[in-house]
């Protein structure tokens, strides 16, 4: 089935640097991907929504200059989280959906990535 | 605004049958879903619900939806303790293109 991979499953990083969450679609082409982010014992909210080759769509309140995605490929999509401070550490999970209207063709989720923040 | 509650927590024993609720804010939801979480792992699609169904069965999964009071339930049929995990209830205007609105999810614990 399909398959989409988070790269790094979780990482520890200093306030003030920046860190990049890349997400992969293994075995399809991923016309469109989302980020999410869930804190401890709360639903998954959604921060943005990015399609191939365009600019990322970002949720109310979703600070685009902090939190750069990009989607250059049919494969791949890169969440950067610029000048990290300790409110960002959060588990961040993305999804890919191939753009089929089918509603079979779901959106397939990554095993999410912890960033904890010093 | 769009809202999706659940429960936090369901124990049951092995064997017996597991029934995860859910309710929902937004009337136009076209698509209900859903999904599991086990242990460092992403989620999982497990079932799915047109808003124009009432009762979707798939092996032991059961989906009940009532449209008129916005509550949809998932039964799970014979609980193993390998089904032990965090259950999410999500819903959506446009299918996998759209917006995914989830609950906090019910985390079911299988006692043997």
């Known amino acids: 089935g399909a398959v989409v991979s988070q790269h790094p499953s979780w990482v520890i990083c200093k306030s003030g640097t920046s860190v990049k969450i890349e997400c992969r679609s293994l075995?399809?082409?991923?016309?469109?991907m989302f980020w999410y982010r869930q804190f401890p014992k709360q639903s998954l909210m959604l921060m943005a929504t990015?399609?191939?080759?365009?600019?990322?769509?970002?949720e109310q309140g979703v600070e685009k200059d902090k939190f750069l995605i990009n989607h250059a490929s049919l494969t791949l999509s890169t969440l950067t989280v610029t000048s990290a401070h300790p409110e960002d550490s959060s588990f961040y999970i993305c999804?890919?959906?191939?753009?089929?209207?089918?509603?079979?063709?779901?959106?397939?989720f990554g095993p999410g990535t912890r960033l904890t923040v010093l | 605004g769009e809202d999706v509650e659940q429960s936090l927590f369901l124990s049951v024993r092995e064997g017996d049958s597991s029934v995860i609720n859910c309710t929902y804010t937004d009337s136009s939801s076209t698509y209900l879903y859903w999904y599991k979480q086990e242990p460092g792992a992403g989620l999982q699609l497990l079932t799915y619900i047109f808003s124009n169904m009432d009762m979707k069965q798939d092996q032991r999964l059961t989906v009940l939806l009532n449209k008129k009071d916005k509550h949809l339930s998932l039964r799970i049929a014979d609980t193993q303790t390998g089904d032990s995990a965090i259950y999410f209830c999500?819903?959506?205007?446009?299918?996998?293109?759209?917006?995914?609105?989830f609950g906090k999810g019910t985390k079911l614990s299988v006692k043997p």
């Open positions: 075995d399809f082409q991923a016309t469109t």
């Open positions: 999804s890919a959906s191939s753009g089929l209207a089918a509603i079979t063709d779901t959106q397939y």
């Open positions: 999500a819903e959506s205007q446009r299918g996998s293109q759209g917006n995914l609105i």
């Open positions: 990015s399609n191939e080759g365009s600019k990322a769509t970002y």
